[in-house]
C-alpha cells in the first residue's frame, strides 16, 4: 500500500477523498493530452520560422496551421473535459459530506463553548471543494509536466534549461517567502475581523438595553479602538501581500524578456535557429506556468491544508452514530447510575455521582440553590450534556445508546432560555416535523394558547419574526411548552417553566402538568416557586451539584418545602 493511501486511510474523510481516485485518473489522462498539445506553438513557431520563412510556401503555412487549430481544439476539448470532471467531482464531494458535516457540527454544537465557531466545519467543506474544482488542483496536475518542458529547453540548448531552472527556483523562492511574511499578517487581520464582528453583532441583539442605558457613546469607542486595530492589522497585510507580488510580476516579466535574449544570442551565434529563438520564450512560459500559478494559489494551498485537518479532526472526534437502541415503546423509567457532569475550564464537576431511581409515571420537582447543577441535572436526562461520567438509563438503557430520531417524539423538553426557529407559530409547535394540524392545535389547547393564537394576525401560520414583537416572554414559554408535550411523549423536563409565567400562564401550566401525571407521563420540573410543588410527587433536593434529599411530597409538608426554597 503507498504511503498517500496510508495516510488517507487514517481517517473518514481521507477515505472519502480515496473513494475519487477513478476521477483523478481521469483527470491526470486528459490533463496528459493537454500539456503534451501545449507543444503545438513552440512547434509551429518553429516550423513557420525555419520551414516556411525559408521556402515561402503558403501551402506548407496552410498545412502547418490546419495542423495547428487542430491540435488546439483537441486540447481545448481535454481542458473542458477534466474542468467538467473535476466540477462533478466536487458536486460529489460535497453530496457525501454534507450530511456528515451537517451532523458533526451539530453535536460539536453542543458542547460548544462561548465563541466557538460551529459553522466553521460548512466553511472547510465549502474551502475544500473550491480547491478541488479550482486552479489549485489544475496547478498540481500539471506540475509534473514543468521537468518535461524544462528538458525540452534542454535539448534545444543547455543555457535554455539552466535559465529556466534557475528561473523556476526564484518562482518557489518567492511563494516560500511570501507565505513566511504574508500568512502571519494574514491570520491576524482575519482575527481581529472576527473580534470586530463578535462585538458588534452581540451589542446590536442588546441595541434597545444600549439605548435605554444610554451606553451608545461607550460601546463605539470600544468598537472602534477593535475596528482600528482590525483595520491596521489588514493595511499590514495587503502590503506585504502588495509587495510579494510586485516582486512575483518583475520576475515574470523579466524571464520573458531575459528568455528571447538568451534565444537571440544562441541564434546569433549559430547554437539554435531562429524559429526555435521564438519557440523557447513560448516553451518558458509553458514550463513556468504551473509554477506560477502555485504561487498565485499558494495562501489557498495553506487555507485548503488547515481546512483539511480541521474538518478531518471534526469527523473523527464527532463520527457516525452506529445503529442505536430503539425502544418499541417508551415507558418512561429514568434512572441515574453514578452521574457525573463536568464542563471544560473547571477543576470540580458540577454533577458528583448522583445515583437516583424514578419511576415512570411520577411527576418529580428539582430544587435547589443557583449553581447547584439542576439545569445541567435537566440536560444530562434528556441526553444532551456532552461531558459526562456514570450512565443515564431510560427503560434500562443508556441513554446515549437510543436513536435520537426515534426518540425525539418521546421527550418533551422546555429550556431555561426559550428559542424559537425561523418559521411559522405552528412550525414551531410541530418540531418542523410533518404532523397533522390537529395535532399541533392539541398541544397549544392544552397549554392554554390556542386562543391567544387566534388572535394573530395569521393565527398558526404567523412567522416567527413578524410574532416576536407581538409576543411576550410568558406566551413565548407557553408556546415551547406545547412544542415540548406534542404528541404525547413518554418523558417531560420542563426547565423553570413558570419564569415568565403570569397568574393565568401558571394556572394553565399546573393543569397541564396534572394533565401529563394523569395520561402517566414522566415529568421533570426544575422550580423556584412553592406554587408548582403542589402538583409534584416526590422532591429531589440537589446542592452542591449533590442530593441532598429525595422526598415524597405530602400535603402536610409542602409549605415546609416552600420555605426551603432560596
Known amino acids: 500500500m503507498s504511503t498517500a493511501t496510508t495516510f488517507f486511510n487514517r481517517s473518514a474523510l481521507g477515505q472519502t477523498l480515496l473513494s475519487f481516485k477513478r476521477e483523478l485518473f481521469w483527470v491526470a489522462v486528459f490533463s496528459f493530452f493537454a500539456n503534451v498539445l501545449l507543444l503545438t506553438p513552440t512547434l509551429y513557431m518553429m516550423q513557420v520560422f525555419d520551414r516556411v520563412m525559408i521556402s515561402g510556401s503558403e501551402s506548407t503555412l496552410l498545412a502547418l496551421t490546419l495542423i495547428a487549430v487542430f491540435f488546439f481544439l483537441t486540447m481545448g476539448f481535454a481542458e473542458w473535459v477534466r474542468s467538467r470532471l473535476m466540477v462533478r467531482a466536487g458536486a460529489r464531494f460535497d453530496e457525501v459530506l454534507h450530511t456528515k458535516v451537517f451532523n458533526a457540527s451539530f453535536e460539536s454544537s453542543l458542547g460548544g463553548g462561548p465563541g466557538k465557531n460551529v459553522t466553521q466545519g460548512f466553511a472547510d467543506l465549502t474551502q475544500l471543494r473550491q480547491f478541488l474544482t479550482g486552479n489549485g488542483l489544475y496547478a498540481m496536475v500539471d506540475s509534473p509536466w514543468t521537468p518535461v518542458y524544462i528538458a525540452v529547453l534542454f535539448l534545444m540548448h543547455p543555457w535554455l534549461g539552466w535559465t529556466a531552472v534557475g528561473f523556476a527556483v526564484v518562482m518557489l523562492l518567492l511563494a516560500l517567502v511570501g507565505h513566511r511574511l504574508t500568512a502571519p499578517r494574514h491570520a491576524k487581520a482575519q482575527d481581529d475581523l472576527i473580534e470586530s464582528n463578535a462585538y458588534l453583532q452581540s451589542k446590536l441583539r442588546n441595541a434597545e438595553t444600549v439605548e435605554a442605558l444610554g451606553m451608545l457613546g461607550n460601546l463605539r469607542r470600544h468598537w472602534l479602538a477593535i475596528h482600528e486595530r482590525h483595520m491596521a492589522s489588514t493595511a499590514n497585510a495587503h502590503e506585504s501581500a502588495h509587495r510579494v507580488q510586485a516582486v512575483t510580476k518583475f520576475v515574470q516579466y523579466s524571464q520573458q524578456s531575459l528568455m528571447l535574449s538568451m534565444g537571440a544570442i544562441l541564434a546569433i551565434q549559430g547554437h539554435i535557429s531562429a524559429g526555435a529563438m521564438i519557440a523557447c520564450n513560448a516553451l518558458m512560459g509553458n514550463a513556468l506556468r504551473p509554477i506560477g500559478i502555485v504561487v498565485g494559489t499558494w495562501k489557498q494551498f495553506i487555507d485548503t491544508r488547515q481546512s483539511y485537518g480541521r474538518l478531518e479532526k471534526l469527523l473523527a ?168 408535550i406534542l404528541g404525547d411523549p413518554a418523558v417531560v423536563v420542563l426547565d423553570e417553566p413558570n419564569a415568565n409565567l403570569d397568574d393565568a400562564g401558571e394556572a394553565a401550566l399546573m393543569r397541564t402538568v396534572q394533565e401529563l401525571r394523569t395520561r402517566g407521563k414522566t415529568v421533570f420540573m426544575i422550580v423556584h416557586q412553592q406554587q408548582l410543588l403542589a402538583v409534584a410527587d416526590r422532591v429531589l433536593f440537589l446542592e452542591n451539584g449533590q442530593v441532598t434529599r429525595f422526598l415524597p411530597l405530602v400535603a402536610q409538608n409542602s409549605a415546609q418545602l416552600g420555605k426551603t426554597q432560596p
Open 317 to 484: 472526534d464527532y463520527p457516525e452514530r452506529q445503529a442505536a437502541h430503539v425502544g418499541d415503546e417508551v415507558r418512561g423509567q429514568v434512572s441515574l447510575r453514578q452521574l457525573v457532569a463536568t464542563v471544560p475550564g473547571r477543576d470540580l464537576p458540577i454533577l458528583k455521582g448522583l445515583d437516583v431511581e424514578f419511576r415512570a409515571g411520577e411527576v418529580v420537582a428539582i430544587v435547589g440553590p443557583s449553581g447547584a447543577g439542576k439545569s445541567t441535572l435537566a440536560r444530562c436526562i434528556v441526553g444532551i450534556w456532552p461531558q459526562t461520567g456514570g450512565q443515564v438509563l431510560l427503560d434500562g438503557h443508556p441513554i446515549s445508546e437510543w436513536s435520537r430520531e426515534a426518540l425525539g417524539p418521546h421527550v418533551g423538553y422546555l429550556p431555561q432560555d426559550i428559542e424559537m426557529f425561523e418559521g411559522t407559530i405552528a412550525e414551531n409547535i410541530a418540531r418542523f416535523a410533518a404532523v397533522p394540524s390537529e395535532v399541533v392545535i392539541d398541544a397549544a389547547t392544552r397549554t392554554g394558547i390556542h386562543d391567544m393564537i387566534l388572535r394573530l394576525p395569521k393565527c398558526y401560520d404567523t412567522p416567527m419574526g413578524e410574532a416576536g414583537s407581538l409576543l411576550s416572554g410568558g406566551q413565548r414559554q407557553r408556546i415551547g411548552l406545547a412544542r415540548a
